[in-house]
């Protein structure tokens, strides 16, 4: 079984803060995703990874930045949190030839 | 422009009853077409996918879809709702390279007793 885990599930961090999202999947996987979501808004693709060192910005990558070094580990960087960057963020990630993604179980970020 | 729609935010349904959740996308080639389902404080699972082949496709827990390609439409549907079958429920369409994937906005189903 594919498995995608995140470094917590629940994080409160102040306004200011450098917050640090981690990600890590084990099915040697090429592309990796972080989105954030949001109700009434869906899944929305921050940025995305399609190979080590490798970064595209998705839909709405302001305020975020991502580190890819080692192939299994997806980092998502808010460099200087901010109240509307409350949210559950979600990884995941697929591989060339495996078309549906792998999410895991979420990160709920409260900024205060 | 890739868009997927789900026109209903919310649907509530008694257990036993049908159920049919609609899905409407624009893509520019041939898609392929996924249905997660998130229960509450959870990440995403794959109900279902269509690549190819028969329209009709059957996934997890009971649930099938079928992909129009006339009517641009992936509806999920299930015969008799479960309890536990209360969640959001997400369409989405994906690129064949793996790196393209655009998600709805999501149908909260609500299950009654």
């Known amino acids: 079984d594919v498995k995608v885990t995140q470094s917590s599930r629940y994080l409160v961090k102040r306004t200011g803060e450098k917050v640090f999202l981690e990600c890590v999947q084990d099915m040697d996987h090429e592309n990796m995703f972080w989105y954030r979501q949001d109700p009434g808004l869906g899944l929305r693709l921050i940025y995305f990874s399609y190979d080590v060192k490798m970064k595209e910005k998705g839909d709405i990558p302001e305020g975020y930045s991502v580190s890819r070094e080692k192939k299994e580990r997806f980092s998502l960087i808010l460099e200087s949190a901010s109240t509307n960057q409350t949210s559950m963020y979600l990884c995941?990630?697929?591989?060339?030839?495996?078309?549906?993604?792998?999410f895991g179980p979420g990160t709920r970020l409260t900024v205060t | 422009a890739q868009s997927v729609t789900q026109p209903d935010i919310h649907i509530t349904v008694s257990e036993g009853a049908s159920l049919e959740l609609r899905c409407n996308y624009s893509?520019?080639?041939?898609?392929?077409l996924f249905w997660y389902v998130q229960s509450p404080g959870q990440g995403l699972q794959l109900l279902l996918k269509?690549?190819?082949?028969?329209?009709l496709v059957q996934g997890i827990k009971g649930f099938e879809a079928e992909f129009k390609r006339s009517q641009s439409s992936f509806n999920l549907r299930k015969p008799s709702v479960h309890w536990s079958d209360a969640a959001e429920y997400f369409c989405?369409?994906?690129?064949?390279?793996?790196?393209?994937?655009?998600f709805g906005t999501g149908t909260s189903l609500t299950v009654i007793p």
């Open positions: 995941a990630s697929t591989g060339i030839s495996i078309y549906e993604q792998y």
């Open positions: 893509y520019g080639a041939t898609p392929y």
């Open positions: 989405a369409v994906g690129a064949f390279t793996g790196n393209q994937f655009y």
């Open positions: 269509y690549f190819s082949g028969d329209t």
